[in-house]
């Protein structure tokens, strides 16, 4: 037993009943679960404050009603409908200072809040430096205020990346020196113009690959800060992909990640890839990322706080685990597709991985551009919208926003989060609030994958899988009898010169 927990050591589920929960980044992927879960395993919590913002024509409480219809929350309509009557949508903005909460409902906030979940953040890597700073740094720094001022505050955890340090070959769970001062690059972000900043932005991204990590990584030293007032801990999850199990299998809401090179493969859109073939990606699951930060709430919580204690830091990755390289996934999709095929597939699917340059520039030209520029012209002539090109174009630029990430390596220290394993936890919570790595079957969990990302991102029905498969065939075969025109061509060409 950890012997700085305060003894008695009360259950999981006891803990949380009674707490009032703020959490920005509600209607992100990891918001959307962490909600799901805490309702669902911690029915007695007294509250969740959800920070929103209007959105598309849609007030706070329209966006909460549609995102509470979503399949996630099935299983908690189900088992406990008046469970999430809890969640109260508050009006706010990461990207405005001071949250742009009200008076009113920062003083709501302060009198009744005893937990505090900062997930929000702007995730595009190509962000301008200003756009980075204020909606991920500033919004730390704004969070922290709001936290000193809530009377009975307990806990704050901030999730972080683990690419937050990426300037260091080994990542230990520890806090790092800060690489610039987050007070002086907020005030820089909030004073000078989008053309001086982009210029500005080239010296600070100097071992930087963007300037969302670098934003993140201020932010850390921000909570590093405040965390002698506040009791922290500070979570870096890996690549945060689709649920394992929990509530229910295959779950996501976002292309992002190793899903999305799935799927740009499976539908025949995604023929070359910007990436080592032999990197393993960090993945972990998202389920178990929200299982990490429940139980981290609770051990942070029953801890003993000093002033100098410092943040606590769990890193959430997959080291010493179960893991596979893009080549391997790739295959792996391959071989999935073929039973669980993707609907109007463009190409047949197989995806070719190089960290050459000018060799994915080439390919990139042969086996997207051309057939795109193909495709879209026999559209068009069929009275349909021609889009491949214009889709290929953001899929190059998205591709080379990614380029540090999958040509490079890092090792994650991971102990303190396997150390939660062995706090003294009920084997009936285990159940609930543990994740088992060793008995992961990675190849079902790519077909859960797959399965959800068609049910959940392209909406597809499950029991169209034979009109998939004949679609699927015709384009092999499209595929093949073009292949065989062209080496036909080219061997004729070939042999005329030569003759000639």
Known sequence: ????????????????????????????????????????????????????????????????????????????????????????????????ENLGLSAIDRQTLAERV????????????????????????????????????????IALIYISTAYAHINIPVVEEKVYSSIADWRKMIKVAETLDEHILNIFAAKCLEYFPNTYVFSKNLAESVIVEYSSSIRCAIIRPSIITSTISDPIPGWIDNFNGIIG???????????????????????????????????????LALTTFTSDSGPSVFQCT?????????????????????????????????????DNSITHYILTILLHILPAMLIDLILKLMGHQPMLVRLHRKVYVTNRVLKHFVTHEWKFENENIFELLK?????????????????????????????????????????RLDAAKKHRKKVDLFVTTLKTIIVIGMLWMIYKWICA
């Open 1 to 96: 037993m950890d012997e700085n927990i305060i003894e008695p050591v009360i259950s999981i589920a006891s803990f949380y009943a009674g707490q009032s929960i703020f959490i920005t980044g509600a209607t992100g992927f990891l918001g959307k679960v962490y909600i799901e879960k805490i309702l669902r395993s911690c029915p007695d919590v007294r509250e969740i404050f959800l920070l929103m913002r209007s959105k598309k024509g849609l007030s706070i409480n329209e966006r909460l009603e549609k995102i509470l219809k979503l399949p996630l929350y099935d299983k908690l309509r189900e088992e406990q409908p008046s469970n999430l009557k809890k969640l109260i949508p508050i009006s706010g903005d990461i990207s405005e």
């Open 114 to 153: 005893t937990i505090v979940i900062h997930a929000a953040a702007n995730v595009k890597f190509n962000n301008s430096l200003k756009c980075a700073i204020l909606n991920n740094t500033r919004s730390t720094r704004d969070v922290c205020i709001l936290a000193q001022s809530m009377k009975n505050l």
């Open 261 to 299: 090179i799935l799927i740009g493969g499976g539908k025949g859109i995604l023929r070359v890839f910007y990436g080592a073939k032999h990197i393993n990606p960090d993945i972990v699951v998202v389920d178990i990322v929200i299982k990490s930060i429940i139980i981290v709430t609770w051990k």
């Open 318 to 354: 997959n080291r010493n685990k179960k893991s596979l390289s893009f080549h391997e996934i790739s295959k792996i999709g391959c071989e999935l597709i073929k039973d669980i095929p993707l609907e109007g597939v463009v190409w047949t699917p197989n995806t070719i991985f190089t």
């Open 423 to 463: 706090l003294p936890i009920s084997s009936k919570e285990k159940e609930v609030f543990l994740y088992d790595y060793e008995n992961a079957n990675l190849e079902d969990y790519y077909r859960d994958g797959i399965i959800g990302a068609k049910l959940y991102l392209l909406h597809e029905d499950m029991n």
